[in-house]
């Protein structure tokens, strides 16, 4: 190695820990430094590209991370740090295109996985998007983001037993975690284990008590052990913190209904229905609401609007 070498080497190790350290300017100098005596630096090129990223100038990042990979084409880390940019920049498909690449440099590349399986969630893709998942995680275990992630996806498409695996896997890194802990309970409760899920809700709001939507699970788990009271309370608790959440609207209808304050519930349902006119299960809860009011007609067309979701009643 000339000595050159060696001293764009060191110094890029030092803008590296300037980096890590926080101090950002001083990474970014001795990137600068770099460059002027080496152009083509791709170990720099790519360091000063994530800065500028990380600053928002994203215009000015993208040409720093290409020029880094015409030194080094086949940096699965600059590709992946590309696809991330790309992201940003709202450029979904040439966003792919680098993780692919980053994960055909490098086939264990997790990161570069969850990446791909991020992007196909966008779109829509949910079963692309949860074998992206499955891949990531069975290349690196410890990834508690990925966990989360397939977690929710799982949950989403009905697999209970596989999202509180998921769930599992993520709190083991992440233990504590408050939106893990309350989306977990969410499935817990669907599996009819409410007292484990009103423990990890506790466990949550204790450390993020502005949590709207783990005060809204704790609605329901209060309401399944029939402490309905508390449950509106703590419906209002999530509508405060949240006053245009749709499905705390729904549920605390859905209380109200259970004491039979009929009107009370009913014009919980209409707010929600004013944010989302098409929520199946408030018109169906709205409708079941009517009928027990003797209003025959409008029932007819709150249950004919969310035909085929007698499902999703709980």
């Not at 990223?53 to 994203?58: E, F, K, L, S």
């Not at 993780?99 to 692309?128: F, H, I, N, W």
Request: aromatic fraction near 4%; hydrophobic fraction near 50%; proline fraction near 3%.
């Amino acid at each position: 190695m000339t000595g050159k070498a060696s001293t764009a080497a060191e110094a890029l190790e030092r803008a590296l820990s300037e980096h890590d350290a926080g101090r950002i300017a001083e990474a970014a100098a001795l990137c600068r430094a770099i460059l002027a005596g080496d152009a083509r630096h791709a170990g720099a090129l790519n360091l000063l590209g994530v800065i500028e990223a990380q600053h928002g100038r994203y215009a000015e990042a993208l040409p720093l991370l290409d020029a880094s990979l015409r030194s080094e084409p086949m940096a699965e880390a600059v590709q992946w740090n590309r696809g991330n940019l790309l992201r940003l920049l709202g450029k979904a498909e040439a966003a792919g295109a680098s993780y692919r690449r980053a994960v055909a440099t490098q086939p264990a590349y997790a990161e570069a996985m969850y990446g791909c399986a991020s992007l196909e969630l966008a779109a829509g893709r949910t079963d692309k998007a949860a074998s992206g998942l499955g891949r990531a995680l069975a290349c690196r275990l410890d990834y508690p983001e990925a966990a989360f992630v397939h977690g929710n996806l799982l949950q989403a498409l009905g697999l209970n037993a596989a999202a509180l695996r998921s769930y599992a896997a993520a709190l083991r890194s992440w233990p504590g975690h408050p939106e893990i802990l309350s989306n977990r309970a969410a499935v817990l409760l669907r599996d009819g284990a409410a007292s484990e899920a009103r423990v990890g809700l506790m466990q949550a709001l204790a450390v993020r008590p502005d949590l709207a939507e783990a005060w809204c699970n704790l609605g329901q788990v209060l309401l399944q052990i029939r402490d309905i009271a508390l449950s509106i309370s703590a419906l209002d608790r999530a509508l405060a913190i949240a006053p245009r959440y749709v499905l705390a609207l729904t549920n605390r209808g859905n209380t109200l209904s259970e004491l039979g304050r009929l009107d009370e519930a009913l014009a919980s349902y209409d707010r929600a229905l004013a944010l989302d006119p098409a929520d199946t299960l408030a018109l169906y809860n709205r409708g079941n609401a009517l009928w027990r009011r003797g209003f025959n007609s409008p029932v007819h067309r709150d249950l004919g609007a969310s035909e085929g979701v007698e499902n999703l009643l709980r």
